[in-house]
């Protein structure tokens, strides 16, 4: 079975730092990985996905699967980026199973 | 912009209640999911369907959760008798789905915040 693990809760940096946040699977096969995004009074909705390799808001991911991880980055944190970030998994179908979520704080 | 509608938005029930959610996918979305979101946690898939079929409700409590999309238009998730342990956020999405390989971006609601009492 599949599972997708965030080790932080909360991650805190201030504005113009960088952050990253972790992201590890477990899956047998080729997966496909996508980082959620929900904004504060938002609805969840897709930041990214590992197969088109886009740079969005300035986060990038980096799938390895080696370390089956999918980790997301931004160099320079800003404000608006404070919302709760889901790592998820579709290994066929798309079902996808997320991870419990890292919440970001950028702090002015 | 085309969104999900979900219906009600906020939905208090005594234990043992019956109570129904109401979703409207993104028109020309065959694929339908319904996810529970319990605090603190990820979403969690109860079920998917194709159309008007179901395609994986293996996380579906069958004992008490029904879910159903007639007319492979818009759905609904049931849960009759409510339980403590129900208390969630209940979450609505749909995509676009062709039959061939791949998965695609799926489009979520709003979200039912369910309280059960």
């Known amino acids: 079975a599949q599972r997708v693990t965030q080790p932080e809760k909360l991650l805190s940096v201030f504005k113009g730092a960088p952050v990253e946040l972790k992201c590890n699977y477990s899956?047998?096969?080729?997966?496909?990985l996508f980082w959620y995004v929900q904004y504060s009074r938002q609805r969840l909705q897709l930041l990214l996905r590992?197969?088109s390799r886009e740079s969005i808001k300035g986060f990038t991911a980096d799938l390895n699967k080696g370390e089956t991880s999918f980790h997301l980055k931004k160099p320079f944190a800003q404000e608006e980026d404070s919302a709760m970030y889901y790592c998820?998994?579709?290994?066929?179908?798309?079902?996808?199973?997320f991870g419990g979520g890292t919440r970001v704080l950028v702090k002015p | 912009e085309a969104e999900v509608a979900q219906s009600p938005r906020y939905k208090i029930t005594e234990k043992s209640q019956a109570v129904a959610f109401w979703c409207d996918p993104i028109?020309?979305?065959?694929?339908l999911y319904w996810y529970r979101q319990i605090l603190g946690q990820g979403p969690e898939l109860l079920v998917q369907?194709?159309?008007?079929?179901?395609?994986?409700d293996s996380q579906l409590p069958k004992d008490r959760f029904s879910a159903e999309r007639l007319k492979g238009v818009d759905s609904t998730l049931k849960i009759q008798p409510a339980e403590l342990g129900d208390s969630a956020m209940y979450l609505c999405?749909?995509?676009?789905?062709?039959?061939?390989?791949?998965?695609?971006?799926?489009?979520f609601g709003p979200g039912t915040r369910l309280t059960v009492t």
């Open positions: 999405a749909s995509s676009p789905s062709l039959p061939w390989t791949g998965s695609y971006e799926q489009y």
């Open positions: 899956y047998s096969g080729s997966p496909e």
């Open positions: 590992h197969i």
């Open positions: 998820a998994l579709a290994p066929q179908g798309n079902k996808l199973t």
């Open positions: 028109s020309g979305h065959a694929t």
């Open positions: 369907f194709q159309d008007e079929s179901v395609v994986d």
